[in-house]
């Protein structure tokens, strides 16, 4: 297995969560690798994305403020903190490998990132 996300599970409104992906060094370390969700009957939304050194992140105005994409290449693992979560954050969460030049406009998109971990369920309950 190559990408393995996991920490998903139920938390209240409010609570917090910190998802990771491990990832394999050989084929992950030099790429940015991205978080999105996937809720049931909506399509597929993009929820950060970090560089390959860890320098650069970027997550969407609908996340800003809540969530933290970053990763440690000596534990070959990103992260994702999600705070102050909401009803409307319940998804699965997948992560992925990015295309390898730094491009927050293809970075945003789903079908730029060629390898997808399982997805991870997170529950928000009101």
């Known amino acids: 297995v190559q990408l393995q996300a996991s920490g998903g599970g139920l938390v209240q409104a409010g609570g917090s969560l910190k998802l990771s992906c491990a990832f394999s060094p050989r084929t992950f370390s030099s790429y940015p690798m991205g978080w999105f969700r996937e809720a049931p009957g909506k399509e597929r939304e993009f929820v950060g994305a970090i560089s390959w050194s860890g320098g650069r992140a970027y997550v969407p105005d609908s996340v800003k403020g809540r969530f933290t994409i970053s990763r440690d290449n000596a534990k070959n693992t990103v992260y994702l903190q999600m705070n102050s979560l909401k009803p409307e954050d319940t998804a699965v969460y997948y992560c992925?490998?990015?295309?390898?030049?730094?491009?927050?406009?293809?970075?945003?998109?789903?079908?730029?990132?060629?390898?997808w971990g399982q997805g991870t369920l997170v529950t928000v309950s009101s």
């Open positions: 992925a490998r990015g295309p390898q030049v730094w491009n927050v406009l293809r970075l945003v998109r789903p079908g730029t990132y060629d390898y």
